[in-house]
């Protein structure tokens, strides 16, 4: 069995450019989540997508966007970035037809920089 | 609105002493709770889950609705136990609501 993998590891960006960030779900599951981590706090939920869809966000903006693909993997974008999106970003699967249907798998994160 | 609160951020115990990590929760309906576990140098994962009921690692945890809180004890702290430690929960639409996390410590 696959875990949650994601990449890149890290990466360092400028103010109003742009980034992607990419997770490949666990084997099994269908459903995956995005979470925002700053320094010193809990991860915050950003969204999650369920069936190729946007299923539930959080308070970010709509310059934070995504997408599931069929493999059920994901991709995180984050327009315009801003010196307060440096966090580690956490990918989590979860699988909607198993039985402990709230338990989540976490990736290793995506540590991100803005300068 | 959903919110988690872990009112400790570090804890310092001694090897097999007690350990008690602190979660309170406002939510409307019925959550389900869980406790996270981060070890150095490896990912987030699922420590427990209120509904299993079970002890993992000598970890317990039991939910109080009354007192909305669902604080997590080990009788005899070991030093594998260091971590950092979540409380979340989950309400109906799925997503996880962490609280800020406790740094547990237990020293020799």
């Known amino acids: 069995e696959t875990g949650v993998t994601q990449s890149p590891t890290h990466l360092i960006k400028t103010r109003g450019q742009q980034v992607t960030l990419r997770c490949s779900s666990q084997s099994g599951h269908n459903t995956v989540s995005w979470y925002q981590q700053a320094l010193g706090q809990g991860p915050q939920f950003i969204f999650q997508?369920?069936?190729?869809?946007?299923?539930g966000r959080g308070n970010f903006p709509p310059r934070f966007s995504g997408l599931q693909f069929p493999n059920y993997s994901s991709e995180l974008n984050v327009n315009a970035l801003e010196l307060d999106d440096s966090a580690l970003y956490l990918c989590?699967?979860?699988?909607?037809?198993?039985?402990?249907?709230?338990?989540?798998?976490f990736g290793p994160g995506t540590r991100l920089t803005v300068l | 609105a959903q919110r988690v609160t872990q009112p400790e951020k570090l804890l310092s115990v001694f090897k097999g002493a007690p350990v008690e990590l602190k979660c309170n929760y406002s939510y409307s309906g019925s959550p389900e709770l869980f406790w996270y576990v981060q070890y150095s140098r490896q990912r987030l994962q699922l420590l427990l889950r209120?509904?299993s009921r079970e002890s993992i690692k000598g970890f317990t945890a039991d939910l109080n609705k009354g007192e909305t809180s669902f604080h997590l004890k080990k009788p005899f702290a070991q030093e594998e136990d260091s971590a950092m430690y979540y409380c979340?929960?989950?309400?109906?639409?799925?997503?996880?609501?962490f609280g800020a996390g406790t740094t547990v410590t237990v020293r020799a």
């Open positions: 997508y369920y069936r190729e869809e946007e299923n």
């Open positions: 979340a929960l989950s309400s109906n639409d799925y997503k996880l609501s």
């Open positions: 209120h509904i």
């Open positions: 989590a699967s979860s699988s909607r037809t198993s039985g402990s249907r709230n338990e989540q798998f």
